[in-house]
Every structure is written in C-alpha cells, then in structure tokens.
C-alpha cells in the first residue's frame, strides 16, 4: 500500500475513535488495532506513526493491557496518550504509580513550544486531564515539555527517538489546541503529507465493498435517515442493481417524508440500485389501535418492522448480504467496540440480523463519526437536505403521540410538526442570511451553501426539535363555538450527545407565530404547549 498509514493502538480507553478521527481531520489515514496485535504485523503494516491511546487499567498490575518494547525501537514515531504515555515509559524504564494529586478536568498547561510537538501553541494553554497514577520518574532520554500543577511530566519527549507522551488528552475537545498537537506530532515527527480526505474514504469502500461482494445480492433496510442513505448510496456506487433497499413506510413518518425518501432512492431519483417502497401504514395503525403503553408500542412498531421486512426479503430470495448503516457511537453504546467498556445498550442494533437469511453483514460506516457520515454523504452527492436531516427515532411518530395512535392522530401531529419545522428552519436561515451578510460573507439566498448557512444560524437553534401529540383534550372556544380538541406539545433541545439536554431558547415571537399557524390551519388543535424540560429528568422523546 502506497498510502500513508498511521496506527492507533486501542488499550481500551473511551476516546479511542476520537483519536482516530481527530487523526483524519488532520488529513492522514489511520487504523485501530487491539495492544493484541502482534508486532511482527504492526511492522509488516509500515506505518508512518503510532499513537497508544488511554486506557482504564493501571499499567503497572499484573494482567493490565501491555506492548513490546520493540515497538519503540522500530525507528517509527510513537505517540502515548494518558494510559498509552504511562505504559511507555514503564516499558522504557522509568517509574509509573499513583498520583499524589487525582486530576481530572480542565487543567492548566505549561508547554515548551521549542517541541515540535507544541509548534504554534500557547505556552500557557489548558488540557483535558483524566489520570489517577501519573509518571513519577520518566525513562532515560527523555525529558519533560510540558507541566501542570499536580504533573511534572505533563508531556514528555525522547526527540532523538522520536518518541513522546502526554499525560492529558489531547483528542477531546476541552483541550483546545488538542487536534494542533496531534496535527504537529504527524507532520513534524512523522512527516506525514496529509493528503488523505473523506473522498480516499469513499473510493476506498467501494473498492472494499466490490471485493466483498463479488456478484453477490445485497438487502439494505432503508429509513431515509442519515445513516442507513449513506450506506445505501455507497453501496450501490459499488454494486448498483446488486443492492435492493427496502423502505418500510410503516406511516408514523413525519410529513411527505415517505414520498421525499422516494424521490431520492426510488425509479426516477439519481442512484442505480431496486427499491421496494412498501406502504404498511394500515396494518400498523390496526396492529396499534387501543395501544396505549409506550413499551408494548415500540415493541409493536418493532416487530412489525421486522416482520414486513422479512416477507419483502422473501420475495426477492436468498440474499448473500444484509447492509446495516451503524456508526460508530452505535458499536459504542452496545458494547461492540474493541477495548472500551460497555456504556448502555442501543435501541437500533439488533433485531433485523436474526430474521433475514444471509451470509455476511456489511457496515460500511462503522468506524464513523454522525458529521463524518455527513462528510460521506456530501461526497457522495446525497441532497442537504437529507444530509443534515434531524435526528428521527426508529419507532417514528409513535412515540410522539402519547397514549394510542391513529390515523387522525398522526394526521394531526405531522401538520402541526411541519408547520413547526418550517417555521423554525425559516427564522434561523433568516438570522443566518443576516449574520453571515455582516460578517462579510455572501451566501447566495436561490442555492445556498446549506453547511455554510448552517454555520450563521442562531444560538438557540435546537439540536432537535419536532411536536408531539399529548393524550390531553381540553376546552376552547373558537368563532364563538366552544371546542373540544387536543394540546399539541412543541419539544426542542439543545444537546451535545443526546444523553443529556436543555430546553431550547427560541425566541418567543417565533413560537407565537408556530402557535397560531398550529391553531388556525391543523384541524383538532386547540391548544399549543412548549415542553421546557431538561434532560434528564425528562427524555427527548415524550414516550
Ligand atoms: P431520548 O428520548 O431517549 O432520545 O432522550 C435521545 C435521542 O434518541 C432518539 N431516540 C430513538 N432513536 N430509536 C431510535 O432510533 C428509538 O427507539 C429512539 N428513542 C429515542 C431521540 O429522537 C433522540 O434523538
């Protein structure tokens, strides 16, 4: 392989993707690998640079998670990180123990910038610490660069070696000039060209996925969302008409929305592969009729899925492939990711495997980030407006309407969500179109640059927001007749990860506008709410 190639050494610590990614925003193509792996395969993979992640163990007990020490005599460049720059300097010689002082957060950080490793940045900076034992004495050759309060070896640099450690972690995004130090360690210590971009990705998965599948049949479960459409569009770019998609509109889908994910993937949109829109919206609507627990609900919607799914898969025969749009925080979140520990398990891995009849699974984005999955989908010419589309749970509007569903509830529900969402878009690009005119930047208002604008919108731009249907009926009185009708919820959040999230800001006269649009053009609303809850103690989703 003529590419360059950096390694990451996985030793099980939380941010072990993240170092990875930060590794291809600077450019340069990386792979993880287990501390497993053998060494004589590490060499045979001529990598230009190595870098040892965090872990959770303590390096100096017995069984924890170790390396060869010929991995710092190769003459490539290694990098340690927390656990990674610990275990380096125990292998070396020096001495690793618990720290007098635990730190943990944001710290302040003292950098010799005559390292290459500190090219360009502050000599008084701040890092993201994290460490319960620390380097108590450092190996010979080295020398300390860098320093907090608690850590006289905050960094550490053999430069004749080319070896070097930080303490802190350098890939979140607490430690601001995290990404330069790693950028600085891969052009100025491994002099890496970083000529690889998110188009080397793609050309390189569908080379990947042509080997695979060979004149094989491949299924893909399409839900219109980011990333089950990315996976699919990379598939048929490499197979074309090997792939069918199947789309289950099982009519809990948001306005329209069955017919735009048509346009894109079926017969007259631009991608070559079969697709099978399959409408089931009455045998779900019947499947759901008098439900009202949410847990029987989404197991309800679940199962249907799978079974419409499995007669579809019938009908087309034995496939070779199934296809599944998992990302990376998806193989996190349940446990499947390499080192790490598990954190909780996912509502969307699972099921579908155990009842379709095929060979292999394909995830062609597993390793990705959502905005890297977004890159992808840019690159592949994927329309915006799906790359950039809100998150969208599997269980559809089912969840956003509290108590049992129908097909007037759900009628109810996607007006008034639509109003919402066209409202909301249309004042944060209005605010966008200002901003960026005052900045000096011109985005063109007839075809715009939609990550551009979305770069102006405002600060209480949701991260995710849609109505829901409460159960709730009250009193109103409208043209002088009284009314009987449903309160329509409004839900937006502000979030980094969707564990946790805060009501958003909007601007009040923008959910007066929202509130009279709802109560004068949806039938059965009398009553708009704005849901101000936090997470936790409440969910995103009201079920
Ligand atoms: P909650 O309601 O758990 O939502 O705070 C957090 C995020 O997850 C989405 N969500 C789901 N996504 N299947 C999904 O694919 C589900 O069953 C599901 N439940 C919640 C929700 O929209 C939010 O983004």
């Known amino acids: 392989m003529d590419k360059e190639l950096v390694l990451v050494i996985d030793f099980g610590g939380q941010y072990n993707q993240l170092v990875a990614r930060r590794v291809r925003e600077n450019n340069v193509y990386c792979e993880i690998y287990s501390y497993r792996t053998p060494i004589d395969q590490i060499r045979a993979m001529n990598p230009k640079g190595i870098i040892l992640t965090g872990g959770p163990a303590s390096c100096y007990e017995e069984g924890a998670a170790s390396c060869d020490k010929e991995l710092f005599e ?19 010689g020096g001495n690793v123990e618990k720290a007098p002082v635990r730190e943990y957060g944001h710290t302040a950080l003292k950098v010799d910038t005559s390292s290459p490793v500190f090219d360009g940045v502050k000599e008084n900076t701040t890092c993201w ?98 990333d089950s459409s990315v996976a699919a569009v990379l598939l048929s770019k490499a197979v074309g008409k090997q792939l069918t998609c199947v789309f289950v509109d099982h009519g809990l889908l948001r306005k329209d929305e069955g017919d735009q994910v048509e346009a894109v993937f079926g017969p ?69 990711g390499g080192e790490s520990a598990v954190i909780k398990s996912h509502h969307n891995v699972g099921g579908l495997p155990d009842h379709v009849d095929f060979k292999e699974i394909i995830e062609p984005l597993r390793n990705l980030f959502k905005d890297e999955v977004r890159k992808v989908g840019l690159e592949l010419g994927i329309p915006d407006q799906l790359v950039f589309r809100q998150p969208f749970p599997g269980p559809g509007l089912g969840i956003r309407i509290i108590g049992d569903v129908s097909a007037e509830k759900v009628k109810i529900v996607q007006d008034s969500d639509a109003i ?47 109505a829901a249907l409460t159960n709730m009926r009250s009193v109103g009185v409208m043209g002088d007749e009284r009314t009987y009708d449903f309160a329509v919820a409004l839900r937006a959040v502000k979030t980094v990860d969707f564990m946790t999230a805060e009501s958003a800001q909007i601007p009040y006269e923008i959910l007066m506008k929202v509130m009279n649009r709802i109560i004068n053009e949806v039938r059965g609303v009398n009553r708009v709410l704005y849901d101000l809850t936090s997470k936790p103690p409440g969910t995103v989703e009201l079920e």
Request: overall charge negative; aromatic content about 12%; proline content about 5%.
């Open 268 to 336: 007259d949109g631009p991608y070559d592969l079969n697709f099978i829109r399959v409408n089931a919206a009455e045998r779900y609507y019947v499947k759901l009729a008098g439900i009202s627990e949410p847990e029987r609900k989404r197991k309800i919607i679940g199962e249907e899925f799978i079974r419409v799914f499995e007669e579809e898969a019938k009908k087309i025969g034995r496939v070779d492939f199934l296809v599944q749009g998992t990302i990376y925080p998806d193989v996190v979140e349940s446990g499947l």
């Open 420 to 466: 919402y969402r066209e409202e909301i878009e249309a004042a944060a690009n209005e605010y966008a179109y200002e901003a960026a005119g005052a900045a000096g930047v011109k985005i063109d208002r007839a075809n715009p640059d939609h990550a551009l604008l979305r770069s102006y919108w405002p600060s209480w731009m949701p991260d995710q927001y849609f």
């Open 74 to 92: 190769m003459g490539v460049p290694v990098l340690g990180l927390c656990y990674g720059a610990q275990l380096m300097s125990l292998v070396l």
């Open 129 to 226: 610490m994290s460490h319960n034992d620390y380097i108590s004495r450092i190996a010979p050759g080295f020398r300390s660069i860098a320093t907090t309060d608690a850590c006289p070896y905050a960094a550490i640099a053999n430069d004749a070696q080319k070896l070097y450690g930080f303490q802190y972690h350098p890939e979140v995004l607490h430690t601001p000039e995290g990404t330069k130090m790693l950028g600085n360690f891969l052009y100025n210590v491994c002099g890496c060209a970083g000529d690889w971009k998110m188009d080397s990705f793609v050309q390189e998965q569908i080379k990947l996925i042509r080997e695979k599948v060979g004149s094989g049949k491949v299924l893909c479960a399409l839900s219109g969302g980011v």
